[in-house]
């Protein structure tokens, strides 16, 4: 908009010099937001420049909790992390992930930071509790299945779940194993999702699906569960539950086999040892026919070496009732 001079102004008739001054206003309004704005943007760019290259730079970086495995140095180590560094630019998830591959027995990394740069890692520990053959060796997890370590030799007198599969699996320490048979993979979670579900999952010490024809569990490394087909699985589990708590409440360092092939049936066979073998612990021949596996009713009847028990489920019970 062209300015007019004062006596430009005064020559303009009432009407054009009121438009004209009100235009002229608009026009300075819009100067000083285009100003003020083009101020605060200036402003936050030096801020921002300043903040990823002289502000807010780790001054300092300690550990407050280390854990039992890994020192506060290799815990710094493996976070990646240098005085210096710009806490604005730094990807700090990445920092925890960074630490939790690395140091495999860290479960978890917490990284806290302040305005005045100190920054503070603080870990949580996982534990062995699972051991697999891996195709590197043999492969000791976490709860969760996070490789912690490749050894050579299985160790003696570890209170270790054992998995055996048919295929080795892909281990590599800081990542979940993996299975090389999707198939696999899917029955062993349906398994541990079970287990977890049934609350008997920390007590599992074996898992054996290497044969998917002639699955197998053991419990506290006393009772073996034979489960046979993926068919029916949760009423199996479940039969196997009702079983367990069973023996135990007879006698809690009981020893024995118990097959579960048969869905709602349970044949409980004493051992001495969970090693001996015994003919009528083969799967064959406890679901070979209907002769060999008597139907009974929801008692439980015994003879010298395997008990047999038929389980009931609530509606069998509800329809029982009825008549």
Known sequence: MKQLTPEQVAKLRP?????YEARLKAVKRNRRILTIFCTVLVALLVVVVLSTTVLFNITNIKVAKTGAIYSANEIISASGLNNGDNMVRTDFDKVCERIEKNLPYVLEAIVTKKLSGEVTISIKDTTAAIFIEASQGYAVADINGKVLEILEEVPEEANFMVIRTSNALEAVPGEIFSFAD???????DELVKQLKTLGIFENITAIDISDRSSIKLEYQNRLRLLLGSVDELEVKLKGGLET????????????????????????????????????????????????????????????????TTELSTEADEENSNDE
């Not at 009407?15 to 438009?19: A, P, T, W």
């Open 15 to 19: 009407e054009s010099r009121q438009r």
């Open 244 to 307: 367990i708590k069973a023996e135990d409440s007879k006698d809690p360092t009981t020893v024995a086999e118990i097959n579960l092939t048969i869905p709602k049936k349970v044949f409980v066979n004493p051992l001495d040892s969970l090693n001996e073998e015994k003919v009528e612990s083969d799967t064959k021949d406890t679901t070979a026919t209907d002769e060999d596996t008597t139907d009974v009713s929801a008692d439980t009847s015994t003879n010298e070496d395997v008990n």
């Open 182 to 188: 999707e198939e696999e993979k899917a029955l062993y």
